[in-house]
């Protein structure tokens, strides 16, 4: 009688396809290659087992969220799955650990795709125009507006060191005819220009954090917890807020970078999706 070792392997090598790259990362961790030892298996056919766990994690589960995040019926469904395709996953002693093989899959695709949204991340948190209450990185925001007004012209007044008795235009003119608050107008206009933006410029961060704010709120989140954590990532408006709610792989790198209790983090992803939503409705998508 053949052993289930050989009788495995000689049933499944022809019918299922080579492994992908994934299924081949997560036999390269330690832990895999222990479990295909404890069982007394070969790697080939444990890389065949990962190859079906991993299609069906792909059609059934969220590849964005965590094993603890997945949901209940999901689970059901994917291990239905596993089984019809799988007919020996009751075979070995302990069965084919499916759960553990799940949560490297997950774990591996984390770690593939790290890279990218942390770089696309970073794009949310660009310099920008901020108030004086949030940490700026990079250079001050007034100093364009501060180099143009320099390098723009002012109105001086006459030249103190050109005699009354010149024939220039500044001698000639009657000065006492000029009204005194357009001879002082320039002055006002420059001071204005270097002051104006600033405060144009705090008024508009502070309307826009209250946009976060105000959606935390609708979350039913702790505005005091979770707000500084968002400002920390550059998420200080609409549409910063936006583009975390439609960039790809966002509930693992939320779940990475934001301290919060599993019921937070559930709440804050739900309303992530409902603002996308709405958002689109909004713009006829």
Not at 129 to 142: C, D, E, N, T
Not at 156 to 169: N, T
Request: proline share 6%.
């Amino acid at each position: 009688m053949p052993s289930p070792r050989t009788s495995a392997r000689s049933k499944d090598e022809n019918l299922i396809p080579k492994p992908a790259y994934v299924a081949q990362a997560v036999l390269k961790s330690a832990a895999a290659i222990t479990l295909c030892q404890q069982m007394d298996i070969s790697q080939d056919v444990c890389k065949a087992f990962v190859e079906i766990a991993r299609h069906s994690t792909q059609a059934y589960l969220d590849m964005d969220s965590s094993w603890r995040y997945q949901d209940g019926r999901a689970l059901k469904h994917h291990d239905d799955y596993v089984r019809r395709h799988w007919p020996d996953i009751d075979k070995y002693e302990n069965h084919w650990p499916l759960e553990r093989i799940t949560r490297i899959i997950l774990k591996d695709r984390h770690s593939y795709v790290q890279k990218q949204s942390l770089n696309k991340a970073r794009q949310l948190s660009l310099p920008r125009h901020r108030s004086a209450s949030v940490a700026y990185i990079g250079r001050p925001p007034l100093r364009s507006t501060q180099a143009s007004a320099s390098s723009s012209s002012t109105y001086r007044g006459p030249d103190k060191s050109e005699p009354s008795s010149s024939s220039s235009y500044r001698a000639v003119r009657d000065k006492s005819a000029v009204p005194r608050a357009i001879a002082h107008a320039p002055a006002q206009s420059n001071m204005a220009s270097q002051v104006a933006p600033s405060c144009t410029t705090k008024l508009s961060d502070e309307n826009d954090i209250n946009l976060v704010r105000n959606f935390l709120i609708t979350c039913k989140l702790p505005v005091d917890r979770v707000l500084p954590q968002l400002l920390q990532l550059g998420i200080e408006d609409a549409k910063a807020l936006l583009i975390l709610a439609t960039q790809p792989y966002r509930n693992m790198w939320l779940d990475r970078v934001l301290e919060l209790t599993p019921i937070q983090f559930k709440l804050l992803t739900d309303g992530l999706n409902t603002f996308a939503t709405r958002e689109r409705l909004k713009e006829g998508l």
